[in-house]
């Protein structure tokens, strides 16, 4: 079946403007996640949503980063002013259940979005 | 930061098993032992998870000492496309909201 999607695959934007980035989930996931992966550094957690509970934002690492998921299926975080330091590696994930460490809670990761900010 | 602690790198030649292994010494009771990869380019992949019982599933097998504080993943007939940088998570749970905590991984090379 189909996996996490995200678009774009590629974003090449200029310092200061404001960039969206998509993350289709799989079908009938209730957990979303978005994590980031700088050039040369590990996976970094962003935020995390899950059902209609209030979402997971201690990973944001300033209040330029937002993200929203709606209808509890689609997310799209957003950028404001980007600078040169957010350029990375954005990934979104989806898993089945979430709360729970057992089994069913394995996260499926999309293939990313690269931001480059010149 | 994270709870686990991996070497930095690791070879193996093709169609040898590689042995892969984890410290989490700090672990608590209630915690798994997940593993996922990172082909370049790629997106993490899950492999599997356990709390105290060894597991094997069709990618690889995981063993988890008896005192769970240490676990070795197995890729029992590694292949030029395992390759990858491999990650040992230990699965937090209070107030748990799912999040994966990476460390840096191990960065497996199979050779020809």
């Known amino acids: 079946g189909a996996g996490v999607s995200q678009s774009p695959s590629n974003k090449v934007t200029e310092k200061g403007k404001d960039v969206e980035l998509r993350c289709d989930p799989i079908?009938?996931?209730?957990?979303l996640y978005w994590y980031r992966q700088s050039l040369g550094q590990g996976l970094e957690f962003l935020i995390y949503?899950?059902?209609?509970?209030?979402?997971?934002k201690s990973g944001l690492p300033s209040d330029r980063f937002s993200a929203e998921r709606t209808g509890g299926s689609v997310s799209t975080l957003t950028i404001q002013r980007t600078q040169q330091e957010d350029s990375a590696v954005y990934l979104c994930?989806?898993?089945?259940?979430?709360?729970?460490?057992?089994?069913?809670?394995?996260?499926?990761f999309g293939p990313g979005t690269r931001l480059t900010v010149l | 930061d994270a709870k686990t602690t991996q070497p930095p790198s690791m070879d193996c030649a093709e169609g040898r098993a590689a042995n892969l292994p984890c410290n989490h010494s700090t672990i608590s009771g209630n915690e798994y032992v997940y593993w996922y990869r990172q082909i370049h380019s790629q997106g993490p992949q899950y492999i599997i998870h356990g709390l105290k019982n060894n597991e094997t599933n069709e990618m690889a097998s995981l063993i988890i000492t008896e005192d769970r504080k240490s676990s070795t993943l197995i890729l029992p007939h590694a292949t030029l496309r395992d390759t990858a940088v491999y990650y040992c998570?230990?699965?937090?749970?209070?107030?748990?909201?799912?999040?994966?905590?990476f460390g840096q991984g191990t960065t497996l090379q199979v050779k020809p």
């Open positions: 949503f899950q059902g209609n509970s209030a979402p997971d």
């Open positions: 994930a989806s898993s089945l259940v979430s709360g729970l460490a057992g089994s069913g809670n394995e996260q499926f």
């Open positions: 079908s009938g996931h209730t957990a």
């Open positions: 998570i230990v699965r937090p749970y209070s107030g748990n909201t799912g999040k994966l905590i």
